[in-house]
């Protein structure tokens, strides 16, 4: 008899670990569909609990669902019509329109003076399903009271107020759910590692688990388009980035823990510099450059050695993602700037000798130099050979000059002085 009695607990005492209770409300006696009216109840807490999940019967809607958990600050909210604000809010839903167990945590001490209040609907008419007046329901076993109060105002777009009793009305049904238990973690996203920026992907686990929702979150750099609270979602990538996305199930009275994603979002757009005589993109698996909007048949590389003025781009493919550069305007003058940004001429002012130091950027073996006196004529000329260049120039008279440096079939002028 001893063993079969050790059984029946150990069995029960399972059963009571893995369970997840319900306190009793009622059924349906009457509905309350009226605007700006919601209805609930509070009650003293008889011991202490945890609320995991909430829920307003769809007898008398399918409406989505408006919920809110408070706790009394300075005792139980007064006969109407008196009212009071002294609380503290412990949870609020608005507009959920999933008809089902709303997940939460919800710690409750024992003597906590409690308000549960709830209706369906998605404007200021508000349907409330009732059940007994000063419904008597337990928790973990202990009696407690059910008593209506409530709020002359919708909770779909604002939080409770204003709370008063009527201790002989009918309660408002919204179902608590407690002795949480944990739902099984996902055990894997399914979707692509690797995605296009700006293209919409979707990611999916597989929904065969206890939980009546799953919150995905995604990094910075993406947009969740739908599916929040769903086994299937849809994203896009707006950035280039490597980060991680990750989803958690939920059910009526805890939360699992969370199955991660890496995602890499593919380069957005190539850009385009200049290194003469080149015109160069960022890196990428193919290239194919383009020409005042043409296709330059055959040039396929990474760099392109431009032969006329224009606007250019370069479109690249990585993994099936094309993306075009921004235009970039090519000249002459273009040219011309960069050489000078790569060659230095000092000191300024000089005395016997002036120093002209190219870039190693600039390869041509045709270099030289030319100076010029105010009055336009050239008074000195010499080839240059080497990155730098010492020139002497103490054979001409101080005074303002023009120096014409020359590189390849371009050149630039600087102002220069003598002492």
């Known amino acids: 008899m ?12 399972i059963s009571i670990l893995n369970a997840q209770f319900a306190a009793p409300i009622g059924p349906q006696n009457s ?37 809110e958990v408070v706790r009394f600050t300075n005792g139980a909210p007064p006969a109407w019509i008196m009212t009071t604000n002294d609380f503290v809010s412990l949870f609020y839903i608005s507009q959920y329109a999933i008809n089902d167990t ?3 945590y919800i710690p409750v001490a024992k003597g906590d003076i409690i308000g549960v209040y709830g209706a369906r609907g998605n404007t200021t008419l508000m349907y409330n399903s009732l059940s007994t007046p000063n419904y ?38 919204i179902a608590m759910r407690y002795h949480c238990c944990e739902p099984p973690k996902p055990d894997f996203i399914y979707g692509p590692s690797e995605v296009c920026v700006n293209i919409p992907y979707s990611f999916y686990i597989d929904s065969s688990y206890s939980a009546t929702q799953y919150i995905w979150s995604v990094p910075t750099g993406t947009t969740l388009n739908n599916g ?11 950035n280039a980035i490597t980060d991680t996305l990750w989803v958690k199930a939920v059910n009526g009275c805890d939360t699992s823990l969370v199955e991660y ?25 193919s290239y194919q450059w383009y020409v005042n909007g043409n296709l330059l048949p ?13 606007n250019y781009e370069v479109e690249i493919d990585t993994l099936g993602c094309k993306y075009k550069s921004a235009l970039y305007a090519f000249g002459s003058f273009s040219i011309e700037e960069w050489i000078e940004k790569n060659t230095r001429l000092y000191p300024i002012p000089a005395k016997d000798a002036i120093y002209i130091e190219f870039s190693e950027k600039l390869n041509s ?55």
Not at 155 to 163: E, F, R, S, V
């Open 102 to 104: 709303v997940s939460c």
């Open 365 to 419: 073996e045709n270099k030289g130099i030319e100076i010029i006196d105010i009055l336009g004529n050239f008074v000195f000329k010499e080839e240059l050979n080497s990155t730098l260049n010492r020139v002497s120039v103490s054979q001409l008279q101080a005074g303002i000059y023009f120096a014409r440096i020359k590189n390849g079939n371009h050149s630039f002028v600087k102002k220069m002085v003598l002492e």
């Open 261 to 285: 994603k890496v995602v890499s979002s593919l380069p957005i757009i190539p850009t385009i510099t200049y290194n003469w005589p080149e015109l160069i993109s960022s890196p990428a698996p």
């Open 136 to 173: 008597v329901s337990n928790i973990y076993g202990k009696p407690v009271t059910f008593i209506r109060s409530g709020m002359n105002s919708p909770l779909h777009n604002q939080q409770m107020k204003d709370i008063f009793s009527e201790q002989s009305q009918e309660i408002g049904r």
């Open 2 to 13: 001893k063993s079969y009695l050790i059984v029946f607990l150990f069995l029960f005492s």
């Open 31 to 67: 509905t309350l569909n009226t605007a700006n009216q919601i209805r609930g109840y509070h009650f003293t807490a008889t011991t202490s609990f945890t609320i995991c999940g909430l829920y307003i019967p769809d007898d008398n809607s399918s409406l989505p669902q408006n919920i």
């Open 298 to 310: 055959g040039e396929i590389f990474q760099t392109h050695t431009p032969t006329q003025n224009g």
């Open 228 to 238: 929040q609270g769903t086994d299937t979602v849809s994203i896009t990538f707006t």
